[in-house]
Structures are given as structure tokens and as C-alpha cells.
């Protein structure tokens, strides 16, 4: 343990310093198993979204653009087979495995911390030619440093209006890709002082494709910060803590001992959380509650009266759109989610597609949804009232949602997550070959298999 007791200041010099220190140090074997498994879990997860995530518009749009700028071909754009460099290839990547809105959740933060981390290294891993084992070391220390930045500026951070998942993303990526290559403890240093100085991402950009670039940006500026630190291209020793560095620039908040304090026994990567449903986190317990209700009885449009939803003033705050236009807005309405959750029984991607917010009956039950703000309700739970035609009701309570912290997704929701994004894709066979390959990423050799199998499934019919 650090000497640094609760009631103490941290000298402000040593954050940065310790920081870089911990990540140029720790080794695979320092890593507790269960840690090492959710690291997996985490890649696992990560890995699924970015297959389904691979053959949407925006992965499509990025890449058009980017192609004629790309160097040599290091990195693989996952389930599509192209080769980029490794900074474009970790860029696309991260754009896939986010644009969903069906990854993973640090829940005291909301940061989404494999995205930068996993795009980030994974490229690098793959140009290096590294085994899964090195892999998952630095992915587990990104999203380590990452979630632990996160907690020294949360909630403050994110009331002011950043994306704190392409804000703290940058040091996760740049703190794996820094370990991945080797580099030392200053080195190290100069690799997060860089990546501070590119750290950005607006909450303006939410309900647009800009969303899921924040998380590419940052697994492509965090492997710019390691390649450049590596160079010797120098920076400030102090970017986390300085009076003009990361934290008090951009938070009202700088609870240094959130990051320092015990490092390599505390673990953040040990609590990340996975979505069932492809939308903003705070949707979730209102859908559980209305599939719930739906496996109660058989609903339509006709049958429902009136809906009314109560859940965590955030809700409101962030996704209280009662009339979204395209799959970006659905995402964080909670209007949209009801309504499909109670018609359809689903929160899958294609619930936020752009068919399922234009269809006239969901449309018509999103106008009949009331939606109440109530500060006693937990962030991951909601409660749901439907009053039907026939003058029955039914009331639905969610304490915790399905996939927080008290209900995680078990490894065989995982798979069929995995499944349900990738088999459409890669085929049934590719697909079983990938997720396997992920569930034993500690034991594989060379992670240029992955982007092999994913290159290889790219070419099927």
C-alpha cells in the first residue's frame, strides 16, 4: 500500500510520475487471475461489437475517408479484411466497436473502456506480431488507467459536458500501447503527457456518428503518444496533476488518490460491466422492465392505454427525446426505448435501427409514454406502469438492470451476445472460430491470428 492515508493530499508532483511508473512495471503475472478473466471478458465483449458494429454507415464513411491517407498495411480492420496502418486501422476499429451503443460500462464513471484500449492495442499487437498474453496485459492496464483517471474527475468531468470515454480513453490507450512496446518509466510519462494534450470528446457529439469517432480518436491518439514518447519526443512529467495539466483544466474535481492508490491491488478492470441492451446505459432498467412486463401477457399497439416510466433524473437529462428521427437519437430516448422494449420485447441493435424508430406502430406508443423524474431510483433501476385497454395494469420494478454490477451478463450471455453480432456477419463457423480464439487470448501465440480469421471469414461466398 501507498503511504498516503484517506485524509491526506497527495504531493501533486508524484500522480503523473507513480502513474507511468506502475504501467512500465507490471507484468501478466502481477495481474490477478479473476482480473486476467475479466480482461478477457472485456476483450471478448469488445471484440463482438466491433464485427457487428464492422457494416455500419459510419465504419464505412471513416474508412472512405481515410483509405487514400493510410501507410503501410500493419493492422487489420476487423470482420472486413482490409489492412490500414496501425493508427487508421485502430481509428476504424474503434468506430465499429462503439457505434452500436452496445459495448462495455465502467459504471461509476460511464466511461466505455475497452473501445480505446482493445482498438488501440490490439493494432499494435497484430504489427508487432505480439502473443495473446502481452495482448491482454495491456489491455487490462489501459482500462486500468483509464477508469482510475475517470474516478479522479467524476462525475464533475462529465457534468460539464466531456465524453469521458474519449477524455481518460487516450491515457487507456496510450498506457497499452506504451506497455505493449516496452517503454520505460519516463518514456512512459511522456506517452501520457501526450495523450493529455489531445484528450477531448463532447457530450454536443452524443446522438451523432461523432459519438463513436470519440473512441476511435482516442485508440488512434494513444498509440500517436507511445510511438512519439518512444521516439523521445518529450512532454511534461506532471500532465495529470500540474495546475495546468489534465485534471484541473478539465474538471472541477481532482481526487488524485483515485488514480495512485493501491495500484496492483485495487482493481477498476475488474468492475467493467457489459450491455444487453445497444443503447445509452440509462435505458436499461426502464427495457428490462418492459420486456419483463411484456413475458407477462401478449401485447400490441391496441391493447396498451398508457405507459408511464419512472427512473433516475439522468434520464431525462440525457435521453429525454420524445421524437427521435434516426438510430442515433433512439439511442437515447427513453421514449423510443420503451416503446420498442413493450412492442417488440427487444433492445438488440435493430430496435434502434433506423426501420424499427420510423415504424408507425412504435411511433404511436412512443407518444404515449409519460416519463417521471424520481431522485429516489437508483441510476440501474426504474419502475414501469402499462395500463391496458381492458382496464388491467401491471407494474414492473427493476432495483438493478440486468448487466450492472449486481446482475452481470454471465459468460454464456456473452457468447450469445458475441453470436447474435457475429454470426450475421462472419458466417456460424467464423464466428465460433473468432469468439474461441477470444475466450483463450491469454494462450495464443501470435495475435495476428485473430486478424487472420477475421481476413479470412471477410472473403466468404
Excluded at 491526506?8 to 482480473?35: F, H, N, R, Y
Excluded at 491515457?171 to 500501447?177: D, E, N, R, Y
Aim: net charge neutral.
Amino acid at each position: 500500500m501507498h503511504g498516503w492515508g484517506t485524509n491526506e493530499v497527495m504531493p501533486a508532483t508524484e500522480v503523473s510520475k507513480e502513474l507511468s511508473g506502475w504501467i512500465a512495471s507490471c507484468k501478466l503475472d502481477q495481474i490477478p487471475a479473476t482480473v486476467r478473466a475479466e480482461g478477457t471478458r472485456s476483450f471478448i465483449n469488445w471484440l463482438g461489437c466491433a464485427v457487428g458494429g464492422s457494416n455500419h454507415a459510419a465504419v464505412g464513411r471513416a474508412l472512405a475517408a481515410v483509405r487514400p491517407f493510410s501507410g503501410a498495411p500493419q493492422a487489420t480492420v476487423i470482420a472486413l479484411g482490409e489492412r490500414l496502418d496501425a493508427m487508421h486501422a485502430a481509428l476504424i476499429n474503434g468506430i465499429g466497436s462503439h457505434v452500436l451503443d452496445y459495448d462495455d460500462t465502467h459504471l461509476n464513471t460511464i466511461i466505455h473502456p475497452a473501445g480505446p484500449v482493445a482498438s488501440a492495442a490490439l493494432a499494435v499487437a497484430e504489427m508487432n506480431s505480439l502473443s495473446g498474453a502481452n495482448l491482454l496485459a495491456s489491455i487490462v492496464i489501459g482500462i486500468e488507467v483509464e477508469c482510475r483517471i475517470g474516478n479522479a474527475v467524476c462525475p464533475e468531468h462529465y457534468g460539464a459536458g466531456w465524453h469521458v470515454t474519449g477524455t481518460a480513453g487516450v491515457f487507456g490507450a496510450a498506457a497499452a500501447v506504451a506497455h505493449l512496446l516496452h517503454l520505460g518509466h519516463r518514456e512512459t510519462n511522456w506517452a501520457l503527457g501526450i495523450a493529455a494534450t489531445q484528450s477531448s470528446g463532447l457530450q454536443e457529439m452524443f446522438a451523432t456518428m461523432t459519438k463513436s469517432f470519440h473512441v476511435g480518436s482516442a485508440a488512434k491518439n494513444g498509440i500517436l503518444s507511445a510511438l512519439l514518447a518512444k521516439a523521445g519526443f518529450e512532454s511534461s512529467e506532471r500532465s495529470i496533476e500540474a495546475p495546468r495539466g489534465f485534471a484541473k483544466v478539465l474538471s472541477s474535481k481532482q481526487d488524485f488518490l483515485q488514480i495512485t492508490d493501491g495500484l496492483g491491488e485495487r482493481w477498476e478492470a475488474a468492475r467493467n460491466t457489459y450491455k444487453p441492451f445497444s443503447c445509452g446505459i440509462v435505458l436499461h432498467p426502464t427495457i428490462d422492465a418492459c420486456i419483463q412486463i411484456r413475458r407477462q401477457r401478449p401485447i400490441s399497439l391496441s391493447d396498451i392505454a398508457a405507459v408511464e416510466v419512472r427512473a433516475n433524473p439522468l434520464v431525462l437529462k440525457l435521453a429525454g427525446n420524445p421524437g427521435p428521427e434516426n438510430e442515433y437519437q433512439a439511442k437515447l430516448s427513453v421514449f423510443h426505448a420503451a416503446a420498442v422494449a413493450l412492442l417488440r420485447g427487444d433492445g438488440s441493435p435493430a430496435a434502434f435501427f433506423d426501420t424499427a424508430v420510423h415504424d408507425p406502430e412504435i411511433a404511436t406508443l412512443r407518444n404515449r409514454v409519460r416519463v417521471v423524474s424520481d431522485a429516489s431510483l437508483g441510476k440501474a433501476a426504474a419502475e414501469v406502469f402499462v395500463g391496458f385497454a381492458d382496464g388491467t395494469k401491471i407494474t414492473q420494478s427493476i432495483k438493478f438492470a440486468i448487466g450492472s454490477a449486481e446482475r452481470p451478463l454471465t459468460d454464456h450471455e456473452l457468447d450469445k451476445k458475441f453470436n447474435g453480432q457475429a454470426e450475421a456477419i462472419l458466417g456460424a463457423s467464423a464466428c465460433a472460430r473468432l469468439r474461441d480464439l477470444a475466450w483463450n487470448l491469454e494462450s495464443i501465440p501470435d495475435s495476428n491470428i485473430l486478424a487472420k480469421v477475421s481476413a479470412q471469414v471477410s472473403k466468404r461466398g
